[in-house]
């Protein structure tokens, strides 16, 4: 893989460069000129297998290989690609159409809404870069393949920050569960996760997709109901010291009303500091509108 030691380019990003949530499988660290190609998941080493440039009816094996073409060579190129349409028959994929990421325009009720701040820039101007593929027995033929652009292309490291070419590597996944887990804010992970990429372009995400990353995490550890979930994290920390104590009301239908949990660190310091705890019941932003009540007390290092 290689760095590039150069101040890197600035350049002015749209609303679709940073909201996005989709997640994508490659993860590429390059300089402005050279681009190293990945070799995990579906973007393999296709500079060897494949020409640098998809043709007229090139052949692949699948319609995975012929994404994961397609995809490395807009990552070369400057752009990025997406699904127009497909068509099955018998609920099986017979045929698929990427086009680039500008195709098309702006519905007008989204060009005429009223917006108090500036007017968003037009990320959609008609571009006719396509490829087209049909599935012929096993085999997936191009039958149809554009390579004209009516926009300025970007940088190979500009692209990166492109929604198809945005991945965060499961490194990268460690590394931020275990910054969130000590409550560190995103701006401050993405700067950790810059500063070990060697710069921002070589991350391979931005933010968005650091709060897209954990919020589906979060919505996979409460699909039981955040509930039941927080009662399994009392008992679960309950066997591992028996100090800790919670207590769950409940109603007639047996949802809970109240609830409340002290560990053994703070009952030792009641003990001893009893007498100077305060209430503070002023957090009440919880989806529930239950107060979240703070037994706050100062200790002998105030």
């Known amino acids: 893989m290689s760095v590039n030691n150069e101040e890197p380019e600035i350049i002015s990003l749209c609303d679709d460069l940073v909201e ?26 296709f500079a ?10 090139m052949v692949f094996d699948d319609s995975e290989d012929a994404h994961a073409c397609y995809k490395a060579y807009a990552r070369r190129k400057g752009f990025s690609i997406r699904i127009n349409r497909s068509s ?22 989204y060009e005429n809404k009223e917006r108090k701040g500036p007017k968003p820039a037009k990320t959609r101007v008609g571009c006719k870069a396509m490829m087209s593929l049909k599935k012929k027995e096993e085999a997936w033929i191009v039958t149809k393949f554009v390579d004209n652009h009516n ?25 931020i569960d275990t910054l969130n887990e000590a409550s560190v804010p995103t701006r401050k992970i993405m700067s950790v996760l810059s500063n070990e990429s060697g710069g921002d372009y070589n991350v391979g995400c931005v933010a968005v997709d650091v ?12 699909q039981d ?19 800790f104590v919670y207590a769950i009301q409940v109603d007639e239908q047996g949802r809970m009303g109240n609830c409340f ?24 932003t919880n989806c529930y509108g239950m107060p979240f009540v703070l037994f706050t007390g100062v200790n002998h290092h105030h």
């Open 20 to 45: 996005d949530l989709v997640h994508v499988e490659s993860e590429i660290v390059e300089n402005q000129n050279d681009v190293d190609l990945p070799t995990n998941d579906f973007n393999q080493a």
């Open 151 to 175: 926009h300025e292309l970007l940088t190979p490291k500009s692209t990166s920050l492109l929604r198809g070419h945005r991945v965060i590597s499961r490194a990268q996944k460690n590394l």
């Open 211 to 222: 709060q897209n990353y954990w919020g589906s995490k979060r919505i996979t550890l409460l």
């Open 48 to 57: 060897s297998k494949w020409p640098l440039e998809p043709c007229l009816d």
């Open 225 to 243: 109901g955040d509930t039941q979930r927080m009662y399994c994290h009392f008992t679960e920390c309950q066997l591992k010291n028996p100090g």
């Open 261 to 284: 949990w002290a560990d053994a660190r703070s009952r030792t310091a009641y003990q001893h500091f009893g007498d100077v705890v305060t209430f503070d019941a002023t957090y009440l």
């Open 88 to 109: 099955k028959e018998d609920k099986s994929l017979v045929g698929v159409e990427y086009v680039c990421w500008r195709e098309g325009f702006r519905h007008k009720s």
